[in-house]
T-cell receptor, first 115, second 121 residues
């Protein structure tokens, strides 16, 4: 059975700290891994990763994928209180009878940044 | 471009009733996926529609159904509501073309709407 596991489930850090979030997966027919940030409502897209070893960056956030070891990390440097959210990892995979486009989500990591 | 819109934003129903939720994708997107989010189960995939056809399906009972119209707008229906159906229902839109053309994968990001909060009493 396909699975996506995120760790830690939650963490509390002080403003200015760096956080590293982990996402490991076991799926058949992997195609992409996505990171989303969810505050109060809808998840907002952060990154899509398809190739190993290529870091994606957006401001203080960065992410990388290791397709050999089947995991990804999301780093947030110089954290701010506005980074407080649930960070979701999702993997796009496909069963034989499916088409692409089906995302399987991890449980998420709750990040709390204190002033 | 306008984002994904969902209506209604909040809904309260009683057990046994049925409900219809609506999702309008980003202009030009042809794929709409539906997800259920609960504190216990997280985000779970319901189904995906592309060009008015259901292309992918999750592991939900037949009480959950959907459809897509020619303008790509999609509706989701839940019949005979149960207490456990209380959740945030999210739809996500994408071009859907990566389902056909592997080379388009990086352009096929799913963007989420604000969700419909359904409470079943």
């Amino acid at each position: 059975e396909d699975k996506v596991v995120q760790s830690p489930l939650s963490l509390v850090v002080h403003e200015g700290d760096t956080v590293t979030l982990n996402c490991s997966y076991e799926v058949t027919n992997f195609r992409s891994l996505l990171w989303y940030k969810q505050e109060k409502k809808a998840p907002t897209f952060l990154f899509m990763l398809t190739s190993s070893g290529i870091e994606k960056k957006s401001g203080r956030l960065s992410s990388i994928l290791d397709k050999k070891e089947l995991f990804s990390i999301l780093n947030i440097t110089a954290t701010q209180t506005g980074d407080s959210a649930v960070y979701l990892c999702a993997v796009e995979a496909r069963q034989a009878t499916d088409s692409w486009g089906k995302l399987q989500f991890g449980a998420g990591t709750q990040v709390v940044v204190t002033p | 471009k306008a984002g994904v819109t969902q209506t209604p934003r909040y809904l309260i129903k009683t057990r046994g009733q049925q409900v219809t939720l609506s999702c309008s994708p980003i202009s030009g997107h042809r794929s709409v996926s539906w997800y259920q989010q609960t504190p216990g189960q997280g985000l779970q995939f319901l189904f995906e529609y592309f060009s008015e056809t259901q292309r992918n399906k999750g592991n939900f009972p037949g009480r959950f159904s959907g459809r897509q119209f020619s303008n790509s707008r999609s509706e989701m229906n839940v019949s005979t509501l149960e207490l456990g159906d209380s959740a945030l229902y999210l739809c996500a839109s994408s071009s859907g073309l990566a389902g056909i053309n592997y080379l388009s994968v990086t352009a096929d990001t799913q963007y989420f709407g604000p969700g419909t909060r359904l409470t079943v009493l």
